[in-house]
């Protein structure tokens, strides 16, 4: 009997090109669909909630596949995690509604992106952050910052090859938190850290990377945070600022209706 | 004119054949001297405070070179910076007396280990901790390390090809805290992570991985905490646990006498 599996997943993107298969290189849903033949034996097509791209961590994926397995869900997580490698984790894995998609089903998305503000970063966070060694003055970020806020036309913020038809988004939440310290494992590091929170009825290609992108160039002042306003009416990418690098940003959760 | 630089380092092991330049494969030691060739152009030996392990890391290791450079220590940082990989940092570096020797002026070494004794370890925290599956006693342990504090014979700990001639090492601190999360960045992680610190006047090879070993073995029921008294008056390795992996241990500062 068909069964749908919602599973959910943690990893570190450092050594991938990003969540969809490609043509050549590693990708992890091409990983997981791997890790699924070998312990059920099924060629399956894996649907995720976001195409995280190359580089890019994931605190918690949702993806999803049908199976005719029988195995418990204990035991395929248990076998999934045993043949994946090391930085990709299945942390969650049952059974759900033979119709849910994690894409079209999702009512929200969190995406968090850190920048350290450092001259030097701490090794153990450096797979994990955009070091900036310029000054970047906060508060101007969080007046920027209050322009995306809100439902807009996110053009200006939007990757090439961005498929979506429609590209209004409605930003529920975006946040700059400062830290005046980095929290690894057992160690704190001193130095500058800014958290940046934002949640989205959706998210056009590269928008988390270009908002944080074109907010530190406010945070140099090298553009105004009123200009925001304007560079959202232009609808031009051009105007807007570089896309930060991948490995920043973490997608923290993906959020359904209950 | 010569003088001689004192370096604080910090790496991330994972990639690397420990400190001590070997005949193949990346070490710290290795990438620190080609680092200054190629910012002084001279060839130095550099002497290192602890012989760190393939795969060991550091948040702090202090290692020192002479140099007939003219360039002042901000460059020189910088530019040794610019040339390691970025899982390799100078975290400091300054001018220091001529006959200083990071290892023969070290009074005190302090260690760190991490146990996750968790089900399934974050992506994140994955190549610093050793995965424990089975429930540790904590109590035991704790029980156990207090028989390895204080002035020791540690044979019994020591790992083959150590070449120290005196076995005979004083354990200032050997402490066990227990966490019921891991912090990584802005994330916290539930689950029950053990961390050691241990500190002690000089360390035989392996010995504090043979020590935390030995200890989860206590942990796990299968050696009483009393017997660690009898292993240690044994001398024989044979009868302490096996050595723990080499990820878990972080070297976290070098003392010296002020």
């Known amino acids: 009997m068909q069964r749908r599996l919602k599973v959910k997943l943690q990893y570190d993107g450092s050594a991938y090109h990003g969540w969809q298969i490609q043509r050549s290189g590693a990708t992890i849903q091409g990983l997981l669909q791997e890790a699924i033949y070998r312990i059920t034996g099924e060629r399956v097509s894996v649907s995720g909630a976001g195409r995280t791209d190359a580089g890019v961590h994931a ?5 999803s596949f049908a199976s005719s397995s029988g195995l418990d869900g204990v035991t395929l997580k248990r076998g999934l995690n045993a043949v994946l490698p090391r930085d990709v984790r299945v942390i969650d894995l049952h059974d759900t509604d033979g119709d849910f998609h994690p894409r079209y089903d999702a009512v929200k998305k969190r995406y968090v992106y850190l920048i350290a503000n450092m001259e030097v970063v701490p090794v153990f966070m450096e797979r994990y952050v955009w070091r900036i060694r310029s000054p970047l003055d906060g508060e101007r970020m969080n007046v920027a910052a ?5 439902s ?12 979506a038809r429609n590209p209004v988004r409605e930003v529920y939440r975006l946040e700059i938190e400062h830290r005046d310290e980095a929290a690894f494992l057992f160690a704190r ?23 944080v992108g074109t907010l530190a160039e406010v945070g140099k002042g090298r553009i105004e945070p009123e200009e925001i306003r304007k560079i959202l ?20 959760q993906v959020i359904y209706r209950l």
Do not use: W, Y
């Open 233 to 252: 009416e232009s609808r031009e990418r051009r105007l807007a600022g570089p896309t930060a690098p991948a490995k920043g940003l973490f997608l923290d």
């Open 152 to 163: 807009h036309d996110f053009s200006a913020f939007r990757g090439t090859g961005c498929g």
């Open 189 to 211: 590091f001193s130095g500058n850290v800014m958290l940046f929170t934002i949640e989205a009825d959706g998210f056009l290609r590269h928008m988390v990377r270009n908002i």
């Open 146 to 150: 209050g322009f995306l806020r809100g």
């Open 59 to 63: 605190i918690e994926q949702v993806a």
